[in-house]
DNA sequence: CAGGCTCCAAATGTATACGATTTGATGAGC
DNA sequence: GCTCATCAAATCGTATACATTTGGAGCCTG
């Protein structure tokens, strides 16, 4: 968390996080194109910098690049937004249970704080907010599981998730339903990993449940606003 | 294989290829370093697309990058590359057993295909040619289970594998037992969803049983010479 | 002679300049 | 009035030049 003073040294990795997070909280819709001068001129880096940001993003599913046409924040389909969750579902259960059967007293009161983060989030009616948490809360399960490889990949999967509610979900505050993390958070402590692994499997069941088919196209959104906080 | 004659337009991925392939074959050992300026000599490309390919393969988990130190192949550790065949035991047999419940005639005929030249290479002593379609094989299955996003992720398990093969395999000629990849092909021949996945299985958890915990250290290699066919 | 310091060459990181492609508008022709 | 060719502005792709960092050679010093 250490951000440079000096105004010339904001990274690529920087400017990747605050449009994720543009993109998490829905400021950036999919769709939305990714010009580069203009991402430039918000960040005053180069264009070299803001093109790794861009196939940064794109590596991580949350971002398009069309060659000659440009960057836009992905529209998974119908049937990427169901990869995405069969791919947690087949990942997350198996994590669940090695951080059953590997989780500290520390662990378990670190998951305790994040829940509580996430549901002053969502007193405070900051969505995005709660949504990024309750997001990390998967990737922090796998992180107990000490399994790092997964949680590369597992924050990847996540990211898209966060995309995928923006198009796809079914009614927004479903989300807020954190008795399944609560659950969670239980079986681990008790070291019950036949229980945490079926939580787990309940949990992404019901969210893949609520995925919908409608259109989710929507308006463009100016760049420069969705940036600004 | 083929080096572009028009010596403008080699591609990032063309390269990015290349470098691959040299890994996969042990051409370029774990450990090797990749200077920028001495793949911009051989492939007559600016330093600009060289970038390009060794970030990519960074991704893929194939090199690893330390900010002004350079690019070198990946050396991973024991605990990586068990977590890389962890991952995978997660998703294959999954994976196998959708491809038994979809697999039509023409993918059976393709799968016998594939491996009768992977049997090929082995006769001809190509044992880098083997390896590869030995790994692209599991990809295939993935594709005919239909999961493009499994695909993209498998594909990249399974470029890591390679360079684990060359770390940490016990045997090397262990992976010419391909009985179980005959099996595999039998079973999504009969829609055998049980068989396939339970062969699946079995076949990860033999590769993972023959990870070695022997030094894969070994001296560097010139990366002219390894890109010199 | 060991230890460490300075300075320089080599390699990587970043910005900018130039060239190629796309796109959208304009206007001629049907 | 509509279609299509043409062109200019916008935007992206690539190469190159400049800046920064690193690692070590060589020298000084204790």
């Known amino acids: 968390m250490t951000i440079s003073l000096k105004s010339k040294s904001v990274t690529a990795d920087e400017i990747a996080l605050q449009l994720t997070e543009?993109?998490?909280?829905?400021?950036?819709?999919?769709?939305?194109?990714?010009?580069?001068?203009?991402?430039?001129?918000?960040?005053?880096?180069?264009?070299?910098?803001?093109?790794?940001?861009?196939?940064?993003?794109?590596?991580?599913?949350?971002?398009?690049?069309?060659?000659?046409?440009?960057?836009?924040?992905?529209?998974?389909?119908?049937?990427e937004a169901r990869e995405v969750f069969e791919a947690r579902s087949l990942i997350e259960p198996a994590m669940a249970r090695a951080a059953a059967l590997r989780a500290t007293p520390q662990d378990v009161a670190f998951l305790e704080e994040h829940m509580k983060a996430e549901k002053d989030a969502l007193d405070r009616e900051?969505?995005?907010?709660?949504?990024?948490?309750?997001?990390?809360?998967?990737?922090?399960?796998?992180?107990?599981?000490?399994?790092?490889?997964?949680?590369?990949?597992?924050?990847?999967?996540?990211?898209?998730?966060?995309?995928?509610?923006?198009?796809?979900?079914?009614?927004?505050?479903?989300?807020?339903?954190?008795?399944?993390?609560?659950?969670?958070?239980?079986?681990l402590r008790d070291r019950d990993a036949d229980g945490a692994e079926e939580i787990m499997k309940g949990h992404l069941l019901d969210l893949l449940m609520q995925l919908d088919l409608r259109d989710g196209a929507s308006g463009p959104v100016s760049l420069k606003d969705a940036l600004r906080k």
């Open 22 to 79: 543009a993109i998490h909280t829905h400021r950036l819709q999919p769709g939305a194109k990714l010009r580069e001068d203009e991402v430039c001129d918000i960040f005053q880096v180069s264009r070299t910098i803001v093109r790794q940001s861009l196939h940064s993003l794109q590596h991580k599913g949350l971002v398009t690049i069309l060659r000659n046409k440009g960057a836009f924040v992905a529209k998974p389909t119908l049937k």
């Open 126 to 187: 900051e969505v995005g907010e709660a949504l990024r948490l309750s997001g990390d809360f998967h990737v922090q399960i796998v992180r107990i599981a000490d399994h790092a490889l997964i949680e590369t990949l597992l924050a990847q999967l996540v990211a898209r998730s966060a995309l995928i509610i923006a198009l796809y979900w079914r009614r927004r505050n479903a989300l807020s339903d954190s008795s399944s993390h609560r659950g969670l958070v239980n079986a």
